[in-house]
Nanobody, 129 residues
Framework: QVQPVESGGGSVQTGGSLRLSCVVS????????MGWFRKAPGKEREGVAGLDSKGNIVYEDSVKGRFTISRDNVKETLYLDINTAKPEDTAMYYCAADFSFSLCSRNIAAIEAADFGYWGQGTQVTVSS
């Protein structure tokens, strides 16, 4: 199917903002689940934020109040707005998506990285002091 494509990564100072984008097109809007994951050197890959076609949204505890995940169906793009960036946000960020009913009918918070069928190549975010 469609290969997710991320963009928007780069360097930002502590307290700054970035908008990450992920174009995911060619799928049914009736059923989907999508999310952002990140991997920092020496740390395990972790889920950052996720949403589904039912309107559910979930955030990792450390980014609550600072990150916002959203979906623009017209532009077929998933966004991650990073605000009040911290050095610990430095990581490679990956966009993931799936469209199967069996997976996306589950609680978005319970869906693990390995469950998603489609992944982007990643975009680097570096937050400096």
């Amino acid at each position: 199917q469609v290969q997710p494509v991320e963009s928007g990564g780069g360097s930002v100072q502590t307290g700054g903002s970035l908008r990450l984008s992920c174009v995911v097109s060619g799928y049914s809007y009736s059923n989907y689940c999508m999310g952002w994951f990140r991997k920092a050197p020496g740390k395990e890959r972790e889920g950052v934020a996720g949403l589904d076609s039912k309107g559910n949204i979930v955030y990792e505890d450390s980014v609550k109040g600072r990150f916002t995940i959203s979906r623009d169906n017209v532009k077929e793009t998933l966004y991650l707005d990073i605000n009040t960036a911290k050095p610990e946000d430095t990581a490679m960020y990956y966009c993931a998506a799936d469209f199967s009913f069996s997976l996306c009918s589950r609680n978005i918070a319970a869906i693990e990285a390995a469950d998603f069928g489609y992944w982007g190549q990643g975009t680097q975010v570096t937050v400096s002091s």
